[in-house]
């Protein structure tokens, strides 16, 4: 175990200086790279700023509405007739909008049940298998001027209710229920 840790506490600060090493070994100019790349990174940061505003008030407003927990209430008759815990259904959908908002309520969830009951675990592994797609498509697809996302919206849903299943069922097998 402590050959892991030590690997983990190592492993950034050589990959860190792997690239320096390399950056030098190729010749290439590493201070001036780094900074003409940080550069770039801040104009793509206060590119994506309007919507990253727009996705945290409506993620807020989502919330104090009442509109998340008017959800949960439709999606759980759905959710009864399973075995699926229903009070990871809120997380499970702020997932796919939020990364912060979905923080939140797995917090809430260690405060009730504890980070090492079953569904403190569910959430962990869920956390893990889940992506913040509406997030993660608007600052893509707006950085780059995208219009049309064809099939990718579909294709990330049945990606992250298949984490969603993988996490649960991960969850069952490892820990029990």
Same mark, same amino acid.
């Given at each position: 175990?402590?050959?892991?840790?030590?690997?983990?506490?190592?492993?950034?600060?050589?990959?860190?200086?792997?690239?320096?090493?390399?950056?030098?070994?190729?010749?290439?100019?590493?201070?001036?790279?780094?900074?003409?790349?940080?550069?770039?990174?801040?104009?793509?940061?206060?590119?994506?700023?309007?919507?990253?505003?727009?996705?945290?008030?409506?993620?807020?407003?989502?919330?104090?509405?009442?509109?998340?927990?008017?959800?949960?209430?439709?999606?759980?008759?759905?959710?009864?007739?399973?075995?699926?815990?229903?009070?990871?259904?809120?997380?499970?959908?702020?997932?796919?909008?939020?990364?912060? @908002? *979905?923080?939140? #309520?797995? /917090?809430? %969830? =260690?405060?009730?049940?504890?980070?090492?009951?079953?569904?403190?675990?569910?959430?962990?592994?869920?956390?893990?298998?889940?992506?913040?797609?509406?997030?993660?498509?608007?600052?893509?697809?707006?950085?780059?001027?995208?219009?049309?996302?064809?099939?990718?919206?579909?294709?990330?849903?049945?990606?992250?209710?298949?984490?969603?299943? @993988? *996490?649960?069922? #991960?969850? /069952?097998? %490892? =820990?029990?229920?």
């Amino acid at each position: 175990m402590n050959l892991i840790m030590t690997v983990s506490d190592l492993i950034i600060p050589c990959i860190f200086f792997g690239i320096i090493f390399y950056g030098l070994y190729k010749g290439v100019n590493v201070y001036e790279s780094f900074v003409e790349g940080a550069t770039e990174g801040l104009k793509v940061a206060v590119d994506i700023l309007p919507t990253l505003i727009a996705l945290l008030v409506a993620v807020g407003m989502l919330r104090a509405s009442g509109t998340l927990d008017a959800i949960v209430r439709l999606i759980n008759p759905l959710v009864a007739s399973t075995d699926f815990p229903s009070e990871v259904v809120p997380i499970a959908l702020m997932r796919m909008v939020s990364s912060s @908002a *979905s923080t939140g #309520l797995i /917090l809430d %969830i =260690f405060q009730t049940h504890g980070p090492d009951s079953f569904l403190g675990r569910l959430v962990s592994i869920m956390f893990g298998c889940t992506e913040t797609i509406f997030y993660t498509m608007s600052v893509y697809f707006m950085t780059i001027k995208v219009k049309y996302t064809r099939y990718t919206l579909a294709g990330a849903l049945i990606a992250s209710f298949a984490g969603l299943f @993988a *996490s649960y069922i #991960l969850t /069952l097998q %490892i =820990f029990g229920a």
